[in-house]
């Protein structure tokens, strides 16, 4: 798909946005490529060869390899989480960086928007062939590449990004999905309603229930299943809080709504959810 980030056109390809898992049997031989390949660590570390430097990236980094550059993998911790993705420019454009691949600089807020964007890639990459799940996809990778190319182009380019990620046939549309979907992220821990959502927005009722249909074919409430779902699987599966604990951090009054509400999800309640994934947890150790 093709991204405009200011006067750069960018060409992404989704089948070049690898999950979040640890490398392939590939990527630890030396190889390099005709695109610009970032890195995006999640989780985790990893030693890396670019260039015949060896470097280690470690958890939260981003990472950005430039066109041609031979680099391999060297080795990686067991729980390595990494995003990767490759991006073109039209004839032959290069980014202003100078030769060497390089750590990208990120305030801790931008840091955790680019992580926050490519969580919503992940989720919408299984139903990529829909139009919402493209759009979405679209949204997510336009902020991810204007908060990676900030530090990179002069102001003089970042002047003409903001002109044209102002241009109404844009904005309004990226704008309305970036609020909403932060809205839903930043308040899924709270007794949040529609009306909420509309006087966030600004909007009336009816607008936001059709703006939600547009973008994710849901309802309010499905779109809020949906988060706080995600946001218990993380907890069971990764975090040492109580179950009750985490009802509570996903707006649930009481451990039994909780419960109900994790079964109606999942067919399973949220204990027997944790201990499957801390055997699978455990399986995975052993076969390492």
């Known amino acids: 798909m093709t991204l405009k980030v200011g006067e750069l056109s960018l060409e992404a390809r989704v089948e070049d946005i690898h ?47 430039l066109p041609h550059t031979e680099h391999f993998v060297h080795s990686c911790s067991a729980d390595l989480q990494k995003f990767n993705l490759r991006f073109l420019l039209p004839d032959g454009e290069r980014l202003p960086t100078g030769r060497d691949s390089f750590r990208v600089a990120l305030s801790p807020k931008k840091r955790r928007e680019i992580f926050r964007c490519i969580d919503g890639i992940q989720e919408n990459m299984d139903s990529k062939e829909s139009d919402a799940a493209l759009f979405r996809i679209r949204s997510y990778l336009g902020i991810v590449f204007c908060n990676l190319t900030e530090p990179i182009l002069s102001r003089e380019d970042l002047l003409r990004e903001s002109a044209a990620l102002q241009s109404p046939s844009h904005e309004n549309r990226l704008q309305q999905f970036i609020r909403m979907d932060q809205f839903f992220l930043e308040r899924y821990g709270d007794a949040v309603t529609l009306e909420d959502l509309a006087d966030e927005l600004h909007y009336s009722k009816t607008h936001v229930n059709r703006l939600l249909r547009q973008y994710w074919r849901v309802s309010f409430s499905q779109k809020l299943d949906e988060i706080r779902l995600r946001a218990a699987r993380g907890m069971l599966r990764e975090g040492d809080l109580s179950v009750g604990e985490i009802a509570e951090k996903c707006g649930f009054s009481t451990l039994r709504g909780f419960e109900l509400f994790f079964r109606r999800m999942t067919g399973e309640l949220p204990a027997k959810y944790r201990a499957k994934g801390a055997e699978e947890n455990k399986k995975k150790r052993k076969t390492r």
Request: aromatic share 14%; charged share 25%.
């Open 19 to 65: 999950p979040l898992r640890p490398p392939r049997e590939a990527s630890f031989f030396p190889h390099s490529h005709t695109a610009y390949e970032v890195y995006f660590l999640k989780k985790g570390n990893m030693t890396v060869f670019c260039d015949k430097k060896e470097l280690l990236l470690q958890e939260g980094e981003v990472f950005m390899i």
